[in-house]
């Protein structure tokens, strides 16, 4: 914006470059990116014996508002099936008949998508309960399998951390820098294949972990707080971008936490980079929750010998360059995915 301002021997101007964006609730909408993300799950067959009656399961993202909004989902066979699990998530189930020995197989949905990044307007005090007849809250404070809420250890936990504070906010802020502070991110077990997953009080007593330890005990002190939380994994766009290919062979996990004055609003302990911090992760959800439906091959077998089979996934992206993110935090973000 240029003001002019002439008159008789005066001649001045001011100029500002000020920066339009779309405030949603307590979610101010920064940069937008528009780009396409590909999900391709493979099979082989190396038998001995054929597998029969094989279907499998992709799971697709879903709009989320504001973060992130799915548009057309191109398929790559006709014969396919849109299904959702008791969590709401949705899947393309393909039915591919049988695989022989020796055979191999392969499925895969693009879509396009429109995600920001994003920053919150603050805070404050006069956002202080969350609403105690809501059923969110009943469902997602509960302890599941994994996230065990109810565990004394998480208990004390998250006691201890929340202190006298009573507003949600800052209870959750506090637990978030309590998570960053006493886990330590477990490279050897990233690069387990076969990794099993922990209980959150067994993650605490560990004291260290991957994407999905971290998310799974943030959302059991959260929980043990009496804060709505989720887990939720997907695909990480930025660190895709910094690849040569934009492919990756493995997801991500992250939170959710339903806080008043914002709704649901996702949360990435992982990258340890601050409560509510500006968000660089750009991560696609395509999965809630540690229970339910799972994606993958599914099929019967053609004799009694268990065939040795290989299946795996990858998600690429299309549309997005390192460039097109913001250059301030993200050589940051990527030091900390290094080391």
Same mark, same amino acid.
């Given at each position: 914006?240029?003001?002019?301002?002439?008159?008789?021997?005066?001649?001045?101007?001011?100029?500002?470059?000020?920066?339009?964006?779309?405030?949603?609730?307590?979610?101010?909408?920064?940069?937008?990116?528009?780009?396409?993300?590909?999900?391709?799950?493979?099979?082989?067959?190396?038998?001995?014996?054929?597998?029969?009656?094989?279907?499998?399961?992709?799971? &697709?993202?879903?709009?989320?508002?504001?973060?992130?909004?799915?548009?057309?989902?191109?398929?790559?066979?006709?014969?396919?099936?849109?299904? %959702?699990?008791?969590?709401?998530?949705?899947?393309?189930?393909?039915?591919?008949?049988?695989?022989?020995?020796?055979?191999?197989?392969?499925?895969?949905?693009?879509?396009?998508?429109?995600?920001?990044?994003?920053?919150?307007?603050?805070?404050?005090?006069?956002?202080?309960?969350?609403?105690?007849?809501?059923?969110?809250?009943?469902?997602?404070?509960?302890?599941?399998?994994?996230?065990?809420?109810?565990?004394?250890?998480?208990?004390?936990?998250?006691?201890?951390?929340?202190?006298?504070?009573?507003?949600?906010?800052? &209870?959750?802020?506090?637990?978030?820098?309590?998570?960053?502070?006493?886990?330590?991110?477990?490279?050897?077990?990233? %690069?387990?294949?076969?990794?099993?997953?922990?209980?959150?009080?067994?993650?605490?007593?560990?004291?260290?972990?991957?994407?999905?330890?971290?998310?799974?005990?943030?959302?059991?002190?959260?929980?043990?707080?009496?804060?709505?939380?989720?887990?939720?994994?997907?695909?990480?766009?930025?660190?895709?971008?910094? %690849?040569?290919?934009?492919?990756?062979?493995?997801?991500?996990?992250?939170?959710?936490?339903?806080?008043?004055?914002?709704?649901?609003?996702?949360?990435?302990?992982?990258?340890?980079?601050?409560?509510?911090?500006?968000?660089?992760?750009?991560?696609?959800?395509?999965?809630?929750?540690?229970?339910?439906?799972? =994606?993958?091959?599914?099929?019967?077998?053609?004799?009694?010998?268990? =065939?040795?089979?290989?299946?795996?996934?990858?998600?690429?992206?299309?549309?997005?360059?390192?460039?097109?993110?913001?250059?301030?935090?993200?050589?940051?973000?990527?030091? &900390?995915?290094?080391?």
């Amino acid at each position: 914006i240029t003001v002019t301002g002439k008159g008789g021997n005066y001649n001045d101007y001011a100029c500002k470059t000020i920066q339009i964006c779309e405030i949603a609730g307590q979610i101010i909408l920064l940069r937008e990116h528009k780009f396409s993300l590909e999900i391709e799950y493979f099979l082989e067959n190396k038998g001995p014996g054929n597998l029969n009656e094989v279907l499998c399961k992709i799971e &697709v993202p879903k709009t989320f508002e504001p973060f992130q909004v799915v548009g057309n989902c191109s398929k790559d066979s006709e014969d396919v099936k849109e299904i %959702e699990d008791s969590y709401g998530n949705l899947f393309y189930q393909y039915y591919l008949g049988n695989i022989i020995e020796g055979g191999s197989a392969s499925v895969k949905v693009n879509c396009d998508l429109v995600v920001y990044e994003f920053d919150d307007k603050g805070y404050d005090n006069i956002f202080t309960t969350i609403d105690a007849d809501g059923q969110d809250l009943k469902l997602y404070t509960g302890s599941e399998s994994y996230i065990d809420s109810d565990s004394p250890m998480i208990i004390e936990a998250a006691n201890t951390v929340a202190g006298s504070e009573s507003n949600p906010c800052l &209870v959750a802020e506090k637990l978030y820098n309590y998570i960053a502070d006493c886990l330590e991110y477990d490279h050897k077990l990233a %690069e387990d294949e076969s990794r099993q997953l922990f209980k959150a009080s067994e993650i605490l007593e560990r004291g260290k972990g991957t994407c999905m330890d971290y998310s799974i005990l943030y959302a059991a002190v959260c929980r043990a707080a009496g804060i709505p939380a989720k887990y939720v994994t997907g695909a990480p766009v930025t660190i895709m971008v910094g %690849e040569d290919d934009k492919e990756i062979y493995d997801g991500h996990a992250w939170n959710e936490i339903k806080l008043p004055g914002y709704g649901w609003i996702p949360l990435d302990v992982t990258w340890e980079s601050g409560f509510l911090a500006r968000n660089y992760c750009l991560n696609i959800k395509t999965h809630e929750g540690l229970e339910g439906d799972y =994606p993958g091959y599914y099929y019967t077998l053609g004799s009694s010998i268990e =065939p040795e089979v290989t299946m795996d996934y990858i998600y690429r992206v299309d549309g997005i360059e390192q460039s097109d993110l913001d250059w301030a935090s993200f050589s940051e973000f990527i030091e &900390v995915f290094k080391n």
